[in-house]
T-cell receptor
C-alpha cells in the first residue's frame, strides 16, 4: 500500500521558472512532512519540512504548501536553476514511530537553460 | 562535523552469499535508520536502532538484520542474498529519532547481487 503518492514522475522546467511537485497522503496520523533532494551518487538531503498546523513554509526559493483537509502538500521551487536538477522526494512520518519515514516515489527535475 | 559515513561504497556479491554493511553516524547522534532504495520500489524503511536496541522495523524478511554498537555505529546484514536485493542501501542518523529530529543520510552502499 503506497501511503504517499507523488507526482509528476519527471519534470522539465526552464531556468527561472517555477517547479511544482505534489504529494498526497492517506494516513491521517502523519504529522511531519519533509522534502528531500537527491543528486546522483549521493544520499538524500533534507530541503525543508512542515508540520500540519502550518499551511505554508518558505525557505529561500523553496516553499511547502500544505492542505490538511485534502491531505496534500506540495513543493514549489521558485526561480529554478540548473543546479536544482535532481530527484526530489516527499516523505511523511508519524511522530510516535520514531524515525520511520514513508517516502513518495520521487520526481526527477531537470532545469534547462 | 563529519557527516554520515557508510562502508563499503560498492559491493558485488553472488546469490546465496551474505553481506555486512557498516554505518557511522554523525558524532552525538544516537538513532540510526536503514533504508533500501531501488528504481522499482523507491525508498523503503528497513529498521531503526536507538541505544543499541531495534526501535522500529519495516516489512522486510528476516534475512535482513542489523545491530548497533555502544558508540552508535550500526551494521546491517543480509543473508542468503537474492537478485532482488540489489539496491542502494542508505543509512540515516539523527540525534534522538522521532519528533521533528532531522535525519541525515549517508551516501549509501551500492550492492549488486549476481
Amino acid at each position: 500500500q503506497q501511503q504517499v503518492k507523488q507526482s509528476p514522475q519527471s519534470l522539465i522546467v526552464q531556468k527561472g521558472g517555477i517547479s511544482i511537485i505534489n504529494c498526497a497522503y492517506e494516513n491521517t496520523a502523519f504529522d511531519y512532512f519533509p522534502w528531500y533532494q537527491q543528486f546522483p551518487g549521493k544520499g538524500p538531503a533534507l530541503l525543508i519540512a512542515i508540520r500540519p498546523d502550518v499551511s505554508e513554509k518558505k525557505e529561500g526559493r523553496f516553499t511547502i504548501s500544505f492542505n490538511k483537509s485534502a491531505k496534500q502538500f506540495s513543493l514549489h521551487i521558485m526561480d529554478s536553476q540548473p543546479g536544482d536538477s535532481a530527484t526530489y522526494f516527499c516523505a511523511a512520518r508519524v511522530t510516535g514511530t520514531a524515525s520511520k519515514l514513508t517516502f513518495g516515489t520521487g520526481t526527477r527535475l531537470q532545469v534547462t537553460l | 562535523k563529519a557527516g554520515v559515513t557508510q562502508t563499503p561504497r560498492y559491493l558485488i556479491k553472488t546469490r546465496g552469499q551474505q553481506v555486512t554493511l557498516s554505518c557511522s553516524p554523525i558524532s552525538g547522534h544516537r538513532s540510526v535508520s536503514w533504508y533500501q532504495q531501488t528504481p522499482g520500489q523507491g525508498l523503503q524503511f528497513l529498521f531503526e536502532y536507538f541505544s543499541e536496541t531495534q526501535r522500529n522495523k519495516g516489512n522486510f524478511p528476516g534475512r535482513f538484520s542489523g545491530r548497533q554498537f555502544s558508540n552508535s555505529r550500526s551494521e546491517m546484514n543480509v543473508s542468503t542474498l537474492e537478485l532482488g536485493d540489489s539496491a542502494l542501501y542508505l543509512c540515516a542518523s539523527s540525534l534522538e529519532g522521532g519528533g521533528q529530529s532531522t535525519q541525515y543520510f549517508g551516501p549509501g552502499t551500492r550492492l549488486t547481487v549476481l
